[in-house]
């Protein structure tokens, strides 16, 4: 090979390595050069994040319903213990177990003691039992394979921290962690709901008020980073860099301590005096919308909500549906008012017997008949077959239009998790039937929330409220209103004032009037509603409601009392309207509701 030829290979050969060389250096510096900086950079560069403090939820007053608050994970470097798993776990063990709080379950016996008491069932607990599973956990935990940092239990208030730092076990350790602090126990826990773990472990929200809310209680994270030494060890003359946390913010609601106190107090007794499967009260201030109490049996305790099911969790007041029965029918009659296609004084003509629609024949509750009824007398006597008169006046078209306008064709937007949609069928599948049964509450279910939206907007003058938990946001010096959210004017200030006064009728000469507290001006409408069971009404079973608001002229608020299943009694009659009156009279003076007289 000549000398010019071996010139040419050697030129090629250079030319093809230069070209390799810019091309690694192209991939090392072009697409791989933002990964290894980055790479680089945590060698020499350490950071951490700075925890957010979870916002607070308030009652009206101010004072706590949830608090986020200091606690501790407990873990062990298991290279450093000096003592063997089963020695730390013994020690440890009675310090985690805590007695499990009483279960309130559905179902609950009704057994007399010799005070003529009825007597709750109480769940077996057997404590030795508690501590010898808990050493096998952390025994277990302790004595893994492989491992170097192991958890052993979170949330520990510091109280409990200081008492294990007392043992002098050399390993152990805690990290600083929130927890959620819940000083009333089980009081509004539907309302409330539970902070738990996200899929990465993360704080997170579930239900009710943490839930809705969990992006504004949960804040923003913070970071720190600073340039460390090989060792770790920050270095004197770098500088550092630190974005803040946000802290949450905090929730004021419209929750009254003292009207939450006394219908879940009430609530309670009365379902286990009535032999009641369940039950759930809601007190709202009508011009407003605001909630003033909302409780629901069983209730848990929010703080300990792995003890429980996932059924404590729902909230029936806003997560369960049922057919309202009679206390639909003030919302029928003031859209029978409002459409003119009745007065109070107009007769009924079909009141004089069962009336045939179809096939079927809709009778009264008491299978007991008054003709020529008045209006206000189909609603003082609770009248079906005067409700499918008024349901013919009406006709499809104005009936479905009116459940609407009220309400019961979406949800009321309450702020709470979990809120369900009403069931009402479609208005071009209605029949002549499901027109007869809706206008005396049967044949569509609604969940409690929007029955007490659409009564509220009759005691609100026609005008209906979105209803609302939350009052307000708190942060560090600054807060903001959540003004109230008017959805409109449903019916006219006339046809409210007339159904309004229909409704103090039938509290005054209705089935219930025993129970009426003497000389208060009060709206009502009971409601007895069968249950359907696989598509047939079970005659046995039955819901029971009652719905009111005092005083009549000028309400201080609205309350939907409902029974699920009561067994004392099927009737509302004596049931629920006996506990709403009962509620009625403790709210009263509270309220600086007097006496007419």
């Known amino acids: 090979m000549n000398t010019e030829l071996r010139l040419r290979v050697l030129a090629i050969g250079f030319l093809l390595l230069t070209g390799l060389f810019v091309v690694r250096l192209f991939y090392w510096q072009i697409i791989q050069g933002g990964e290894l900086s980055a790479q680089a950079k945590s060698q020499y560069v ?143 826990s539907q309302v409330l709901g539970f902070v738990g773990k996200d899929d990465v472990g993360e704080d997170k929200g579930y239900s009710g008020l943490e839930g809705y809310y969990d992006l504004q209680l949960s804040g923003r994270e913070g970071y720190i980073s600073r340039e460390s030494d090989a060792l770790g060890i920050p270095l004197l003359s770098s500088e550092s860099s630190q974005l803040s946390a946000s802290h949450g913010v905090s929730l004021v609601t419209h929750i009254d301590k003292t009207v939450q106190f006394t219908i879940e107090k009430e609530l309670e007794d009365a379902i286990y005096k009535y032999g009641a499967q369940s039950g759930n009260i809601i007190i709202m201030d009508p011009s407003d ?156 279910a609604v969940t409690p929330i929007q029955m007490l939206q659409a009564i509220g907007a009759i005691a609100n003058d026609g005008i209906m409220m979105t209803p609302q938990i939350v009052d307000e946001y708190t942060k560090e010096g600054w807060k903001e209103d959540i003004k109230p959210l008017s959805k409109g004017r449903v019916i006219s200030e006339k046809a409210a004032q007339e159904m309004t006064d229909m409704m103090i009728s039938a509290v005054k000469d209705g089935e219930a009037k025993w129970a009426v507290p003497k000389g208060f001006s009060i709206a009502g409408k009971t409601g007895t509603a069968q249950v359907a069971v696989s598509g047939q009404y079970d005659e046995e079973k039955t819901n029971a409601s009652f719905i009111g608001f005092a005083p009549a002229d000028n309400p201080k608020f609205i309350m939907l009392v409902t029974l699920k299943e009561p067994q004392s009694s099927p009737w509302a009659s004596e049931t629920a309207a006996p506990l709403w009156f009962k509620i009625a009279l403790d709210l009263f003076p509270y309220f600086g509701i007097h006496p007419d007289d």
């Open 289 to 444: 919308g605001g909630i003033l109490g909302m409780a629901s049996f069983p209730p848990y305790n929010p703080a300990r909500y792995a003890e429980y099911g996932n059924d404590y969790f729902n909230n029936p007041s806003i997560s369960s549906t049922f057919e309202p029965g009679s206390i639909m029918k003030p919302v029928i009659m003031a859209a029978g008012l409002d459409a003119g296609v009745i007065t109070p004084e107009s007769i009924c003509d079909i009141c004089d017997g069962p009336f045939k629609v179809d096939k079927y024949f809709i009778r009264t509750w008491n299978d007991e008949y008054n003709p020529n009824s008045s209006m206000t007398d189909v609603i003082r006597h609770s009248d079906n077959v005067g409700m499918v008169y008024i349901g013919n006046k009406l006709g499809i078209d104005k009936m479905y239009d009116y459940l609407d306008r009220f309400g019961f064709t979406d949800k009321t937007g309450v702020d709470l998790q979990g809120e369900a949609n009403s069931q009402v069928r479609e208005k071009n599948k209605w029949s002549i039937v499901d027109l007869a049964t809706a206008s005396f509450g049967q044949g569509l």
């Open 46 to 188: 350490k950071g951490e994040s700075i925890s957010a403090k979870r916002g607070d939820i308030l009652a009206s007053d101010g004072s706590w319903l949830a608090a986020g608050v200091d606690s501790w994970q407990l873990y062990a470097s298991l290279p450093d213990l000096d003592r063997t798993p089963h020695e730390i776990a013994q020690l440890l063990a009675a310090d985690f177990v805590v007695a499990p709080e009483e279960k309130k379950v559905v179902n609950l016996p009704i057994e007399e003691n010799q005070e003529g008491e009825a007597e709750k069932e109480e769940e077996m607990w057997d404590k030795d039992e508690a501590v010898q599973a808990e050493i096998v956990r952390i025994d277990n935990a302790l004595s893994q394979k492989n491992a170097v940092w192991v958890p052993i239990k979170s949330r520990i208030d510091r109280e409990l921290k200081e008492k294990i730092e007392a043992y002098g076990i050399k390993g152990l350790g805690f990290q600083l962690e929130e927890s959620r602090l819940y000083p009333e126990n089980d009081i509004a």
